[in-house]
Nanobody
Framework: QVQLVESGGGLVQPGGSLTLSCAAS?????????MSWYRQAPGKQLELVAS???????NYADSVKGRFTISRDNAKNTVYLQMNSLKPEDTAVYYC?????????WGQGTQVTVSS
């Protein structure tokens, strides 16, 4: 079992930055999970934002490439999403996901609002 808790969301002006954190706890070893950030805007489908493998290979949605950076610290059981040059269209609830085979865990989400 893995429990995921996101933090770091909030209100930011366009062009600003935020860093989201996702802390994992439980009986499983964090380093064996691929970690991802998803987001869901009002009235829209869930969207994969960024992912990082167990060996720290990364992948990004085209809409965030060059602006967002995903990273992980296995010693702290934490994955991060550094978000720069934020746009109003980045407004969404951001969810952390841990995946290893059939084991699939989600956090409760953190709201990010980009508005002036």
């Amino acid at each position: 079992q893995v429990q995921l808790v996101e933090s770091g969301g909030g209100l930011v002006q366009p062009g600003g930055s935020l860093t989201l954190s996702c802390a994992a706890s439980g009986s499983s070893i964090f380093s064996i999970y691929a970690m991802s950030w998803y987001r869901q805007a009002p009235g829209k489908q869930l969207e994969l934002v960024a992912s990082i493998t167990t060996v720290s290979n990364t992948n990004y949605a085209d809409s965030v490439k060059g602006r967002f950076t995903i990273s992980r610290d296995n010693a702290k059981n934490t994955v991060y999403l550094q978000m720069n040059s934020l746009k109003p269209e980045d407004t969404a609830v951001y969810y952390c996901n841990a995946l290893m085979g059939l084991y699939d865990y989600w956090g409760q989400g953190t709201q990010v609002t980009v508005s002036s």
